[in-house]
């Protein structure tokens, strides 16, 4: 059977990387989370001391930026691939609500975008992926054979990410999280490098009122159409 592209874009929170971890489970396809690769140069501009509050040295970023490696190994027991910063495991510690503040601001510098983006289209090459992200069907992968973009009310998403982080132990309001939730669509959307829109080709799902079944079962049928459509 022949191996597709899937690209799913869509606003953060979404519960993107939830759709797109089963399909590449279900289908036998490798799964990047290409946010997670932000997340990691963003933990790696905090640990050198180059943002704090509102000061983002962005320059300084720059200029190390060759220093920063940013790889996967799989994780068996997980069943994903997690995400390493020059060679340490940072999975973890790249989803705390800290580094969700600043990673709309370095993910708006061009030069971080491109050497991503790089990593990103090298792990796709052969196919036979499921991408998730802001930009993967405009810039990453604008021919992938299936395109999704994923939507959700604001309120919906911070719900969402409010009981992951209590999950997780840690201690946020509801309201920072709701803050966090817009301030990052807001940024996402109006950066001048790949903003995040909805690729013309894209399907939009709107899983406000979707469980994680329909959600899926929905996604499958949409995968079954696209494989059909490269035989
Ligand atoms: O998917 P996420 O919430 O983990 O992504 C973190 C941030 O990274 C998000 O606010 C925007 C940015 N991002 C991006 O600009 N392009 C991508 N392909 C993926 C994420």
Do not use: C, W
């Not at 597709?4 to 869509?10: E, Y």
């Not at 719900?159 to 309201?175: A, N, P």
Request: hydrophobic share 40%.
């Amino acid at each position: 059977m022949n191996k597709i592209t899937i690209a799913i874009d869509g606003y953060s929170s979404t519960g993107k990387s939830t759709i797109a971890k089963q399909i590449a489970k279900h289908l036998g396809y490798v799964y990047v989370d290409s946010g997670a690769m932000y997340r990691a140069v963003t933990l790696y501009a905090m640990k050198q001391g180059l943002i704090h509050a509102d000061d983002f040295n962005v320059e300084a970023l720059i200029y190390q930026l060759d220093q920063v490696k940013i790889s996967f190994k799989f994780n068996k027991d997980l069943g994903f691939a997690e995400v390493y910063l020059n060679d340490e495991n940072v999975e973890k510690s790249i989803r705390t609500l800290e580094v969700s503040n600043f990673v709309s601001k370095v993910a708006a510098v061009t030069e971080v975008r491109k050497k991503l983006v790089a990593i990103q289209q090298q792990l796709g090459k052969d196919k036979g992926v499921v991408m998730d992200g802001r930009d993967i069907g405009t810039v990453v992968f604008p021919d992938a054979e299936l395109k999704i973009f994923m939507t959700a009310s604001a309120e919906t998403r911070a719900k969402r990410r409010f009981k992951e982080l209590m999950d997780r132990g840690d201690k946020v309001t509801y309201e920072s999280v709701l803050k966090n939730v817009q301030d990052r669509d807001r940024l996402d959307s109006s950066r001048k490098d790949s903003p995040l829109i909805k690729a013309e080709d894209a399907i939009a799902i709107d899983n406000s009122e979707l469980s994680i079944q329909q959600q899926f079962e929905k996604v499958l049928r949409l995968v079954s159409m696209a494989l059909e459509d490269t035989e």
